[in-house]
């Protein structure tokens, strides 16, 4: 068992699961449907990041092992390998928040194994700090 932490608390997922605390959440809490997001928006999603990838190993080549496992990681969901872990309910609230997290945890996981490490170790490739680098619109705010 891994133990992964955010501002909730602590919660356990076993050691070979490939999503994270954000996806476990949004399994409990958005129990509105038992049908999951269509693998056709997923793989959509990981295109997206998996050019998100490229662009950001050729402008940080001194990073470049991290973004080959991420290349990776998203070669193997579009090959089909890892259907079952992309689990999110298709009807949920946060205009896709919990599905975008379900991709980016997966990817994130699935890049470290190609590291040789476990699930959960975030300090070395981060579901929104890595995988989901560039890809979030952040209004900052401006004065008049």
């Known amino acids: 068992m891994r133990t992964e932490h ?12 490939l999503y ?8 409990e809490n958005f129990i509105t449907s038992y049908h999951t997001t269509n693998l056709s928006l997923i ?10 990838a490229l662009s950001y190993r050729e402008l940080h ?3 470049s092992q991290k973004w080959d496992a991420i290349l990776c990681a998203c070669d193997r969901i579009l090959a089909g390998d890892v259907d079952d872990a992309f689990c999110t309910s298709a009807l949920q609230g946060g205009a896709g928040t919990s599905t975008n997290m379900n991709v980016n945890e997966v990817i994130a996981n699935l890049a470290l194994t190609v590291l040789g490490q476990a699930p959960g ?6 579901p929104l700090d890595d995988v989901n680098r560039g890809q979030s ?3 900052f705010r401006t004065t008049p």
Not at 20 to 27: S, V
Not at 45 to 52: F, I, P
């Open 6 to 17: 955010d501002m909730l608390g602590t919660r356990s997922l076993s050691d070979d699961t």
């Open 20 to 27: 994270g605390l954000q996806t476990l959440r949004a399994k």
């Open 43 to 52: 793989y959509a999603m990981v295109q997206v990041k998996k050019a998100a």
């Open 61 to 63: 080549p001194e990073e």
């Open 121 to 126: 170790n975030y300090d070395t490739i981060h």
């Open 137 to 139: 619109f952040r209004k």
